[in-house]
């Protein structure tokens, strides 16, 4: 059966939001922190293979990036979850449900901010990596409050690397995602995004684009033409090996 155009609507969305091109500068809100998301991952992406766990991986939208021998997906066990996640366990939020030492590299893409325990989280991630293993993150810096109310932290360059530290991990490279001008206008379309309330979803959509579009576009031509500004990105991302690994 010929998917309707609704779902190809959707599909196409949902492929531009995690792997942006042209059309998503024009469809999307958060192209620019997305885009900056998907690069950084793209230059970390050699580092992740074998047996791989995707801690909330939500729809699995890097997979694709990855060589990888088996790819899992994790999520908490909600019916929500159940229903929209492309997970292969569930869990109750405390214990994962795998044996020690079972996984080569754990991806954990803009979760931990939604983690309330994150000394005993990152114990978990620890437990359940091989010797060596690595750890590949993305969490926000600068970024308003989301999924409320399971939005608890922002974690700077320092808080970030202190809090790996002290739980068995060695960082190996740390990149500010979009650490530069266009981190305003990433801003201005978050506000946006969230101030514009119309009844109907479709004239929000139309709405979203025709104000957002200008901003995300701006910020592409112009951050070229400023300085960069290390202390002012929107993301942290992180690729780690547990402190008992090698040096790779």
């Known amino acids: 059966m010929t998917p ?12 531009e939001s995690f792997r942006p ?18 690069e950084s991952i793209a230059d970390l992406s ?10 909330g991986c939500g729809q699995k939208p890097y997979e694709a990036l990855f060589q990888t021998t088996e790819y899992v997906g994790l999520e908490l066990d909600t019916v929500e979850n159940r229903q929209k996640k492309k997970a292969d366990f569930f869990y ?33 991630i620890n437990r359940v990596l091989k010797q060596g293993g690595g750890l590949l993150l993305t969490t926000p810096f600068m970024w308003d409050e989301h999924e409320q109310p399971h939005d608890f932290a922002r974690y700077s360059s320092f808080g970030l690397r202190h809090l790996l530290e002290t739980h068995g991990f060695r960082v190996v490279e740390h990149r500010k995602s979009v650490a530069d001008v266009r981190v305003i206008f ?14 109907n979803p479709y004239l929000k959509l139309i709405a979203w684009v025709l104000l957002t579009s200008p901003f995300n576009f701006l910020g592409t031509v ?3 033409m400023l300085p960069p500004n290390k202390d002012l990105f929107l993301d942290n991302v992180v690729f780690a090996r547990t402190k008992t690994g090698d040096s790779g």
């Open 4 to 15: 309707s155009l609704t779902t190809r609507m959707k599909a196409l969305y949902v492929r």
């Open 21 to 38: 091109g042209l059309i998503a500068m024009f469809i999307d809100p958060f192209y620019i922190a997305r885009r900056g998301l998907f």
């Open 46 to 55: 050699h580092h992740v293979g074998g047996r791989v766990l995707d801690v």
């Open 92 to 124: 109750e939020g405390r214990v994962f449900p795998f044996e020690n030492a079972s996984f080569d590299t754990v991806i954990l893409n803009q979760v931990l901010e939604h983690v309330f325990n994150p000394d005993e989280f990152l114990g978990e």
């Open 186 to 199: 990433q801003m201005i379309n978050c506000y946006i995004h969230k101030s514009v309330n119309l009844w």
């Open 222 to 224: 112009i951050y070229r």
